[in-house]
């Protein structure tokens, strides 16, 4: 059975940084597309980050490019997200989600998917 947890969410301030996990089990993170994907409240379910199966390089939506980094550590069988410089847009749920045979951007495509973790961004 597939699971996804997710961790590392909180409370930071504009400008700062914090670090997502999603653990992953029942599955082997480099052999699926893995993304991460937020949610605001009264706002559509967006992808942030994805990266394809076996790579190493990561997709990105345009407001988060240069600031977001996705990597997996196949050793840990886990995802990360290295958010930097974060601002008060960036404020909302983060979920991991996993899929074999998609990438794409859409939320409904993807399988597998984490609980969530909150991150809040103060001014």
């Known amino acids: 059975q597939v699971q996804l947890v997710e961790s590392g969410g909180g409370s930071v301030q504009a400008g700062g940084s914090l670090r997502l996990s999603c653990a992953a089990s029942?599955?082997?993170?480099?052999?699926?597309?893995m993304g991460w994907f937020r949610q605001a409240p009264g706002k559509e379910r967006e992808a942030v980050a994805r990266?394809?199966?076996?790579?190493?390089?990561?997709v990105y939506t345009d407001s988060v490019k240069g600031r977001f980094t996705i990597s997996r550590d196949s050793a840990k069988n886990t995802l990360y997200l290295q958010m930097n410089r974060l601002n008060t847009e960036d404020t909302a749920m983060y979920y991991c989600?996993?899929?074999?045979?998609?990438?794409?951007?859409?939320?409904?495509?993807?399988?597998?998917w984490g609980q969530g973790t909150q991150v809040t961004v103060s001014s």
């Open positions: 989600a996993a899929d074999l045979s998609t990438c794409t951007t859409t939320p409904s495509w993807y399988t597998y």
């Open positions: 029942g599955m082997i993170v480099t052999n699926y597309c």
């Open positions: 990266i394809y199966r076996s790579s190493t390089f990561g």
